[in-house]
């Protein structure tokens, strides 16, 4: 004999129609998101596993916004050092083609020129700040507005740079200090033009024509030193371009782990596609098949089993 429980027919026809539901949200959420979870929960025991790579790749994405950072002022501080360079290698242009010319005329202006050259250069900001102030970063380094300001006391109250250089961390256990300060970079430059107001200004001055045996002695002297500076501010130069190829380096490997890590978390937490859309395919199938099972249930009474 048939038994009819329309009451436990119903019951499981609704728990299936609603497994069923719950599947299809599941595959329509990787379907949507591209991943397996929306959250740590869903991954269950991988969810440390995940937690440690995205920590690691956070760390690794902060050395990655420091070294570019870093990049980025060594770039300004190599253009400004340049400069540097350059006006120092000018004014020994100058001095010579004075010597060799036996006059000084128009000498004084064309040093004055360089002079600002030098000044620009020791004053460039980046971003709004002093690059060779130390941390008084709102503070020109350089206060001698033209040649005659040097010769008004010592050479060092000129500089208002403080003594901490930048340093920067931009890899685990690696600390770069690539600050640079302008009494350091200019003190050898801005002592010979110094000199050379002061002569100018001095008994055996002015430097305005034909040179005297002492005014040719003199420049002549000034000659070898502009060599000793230009050399400094050189070296200083190329150690700032060391160190921005150290940075670059330090970039393509930062941007190489944080790819790798962003690979090994995407194998753990992008959903297959191709199973997610199969997944919601058969479950509306299956919710269509549940919703005809209870539509028939609907239309099933136990008249049907009555003869």
Not at 213 to 230: C, P, V, Y
Not at 276 to 300: E, F, G, H, M, W
Request: net charge negative.
């Amino acid at each position: 004999m048939t038994r009819v429980a329309t009451f436990g027919n119903y019951q499981t026809a609704l728990l299936n129609l609603m497994n069923t539901q719950i599947k299809a949200n599941d595959a329509q959420e990787r379907v949507s998101t591209q991943k397996n979870a929306t959250d740590l929960v869903g991954f269950g025991r991988q969810s440390e596993t995940l937690t440690a790579l995205k920590g690691s790749a956070a760390r690794l994405q902060g050395f990655l916004d420091t070294s570019n950072s870093v990049a980025a002022r060594l770039t300004s501080q190599d253009l400004a050092m340049n400069r540097v360079g350059e006006g120092t290698q000018d004014i020994r242009a100058a001095l010579g083609n004075a010597i060799a010319a036996d006059t000084s005329v128009g000498l004084m202006t064309e040093l004055e020129g360089l002079f600002q050259t030098v000044r620009g250069g020791l004053n460039t900001k980046h971003q709004g700040n002093y690059l060779f102030a130390g941390s008084s970063v709102d503070v020109e380094p350089l206060a001698a507005q033209t040649m005659s300001d040097l010769t008004t006391g010592p050479l060092a109250a000129q500089f208002r740079n403080d003594g901490l250089k930048t340093a920067s961390r931009v890899a685990e256990g690696t600390t770069l200090e690539t600050g640079v300060l302008a009494s350091e970079l200019g003190t050898g430059t801005l002592a010979i033009l110094r000199d050379i107001q002061a002569f100018h200004e001095g008994p055996q001055g002015p430097l305005t024509g034909k040179l005297t045996e002492a005014q040719k002695t003199f420049l002549t002297s000034q000659l070898t030193l502009l060599d000793q500076a230009g050399k400094a501010v050189t070296e200083k130069t190329a150690m700032t371009g060391a160190q921005a190829n150290q940075v670059d380096s330090l970039i393509a490997s930062h941007k190489d782990q944080i790819a790798s890590l962003d690979g090994l978390v995407a194998d753990r937490t992008d959903a297959d596609m191709l199973k997610a859309v199969t997944d919601l395919q058969l479950s509306q199938i299956a919710i269509q098949a549940s919703a005809q099972v209870i539509s028939q249930l609907r239309q099933s009474t136990l008249l049907n089993y009555l003869s």
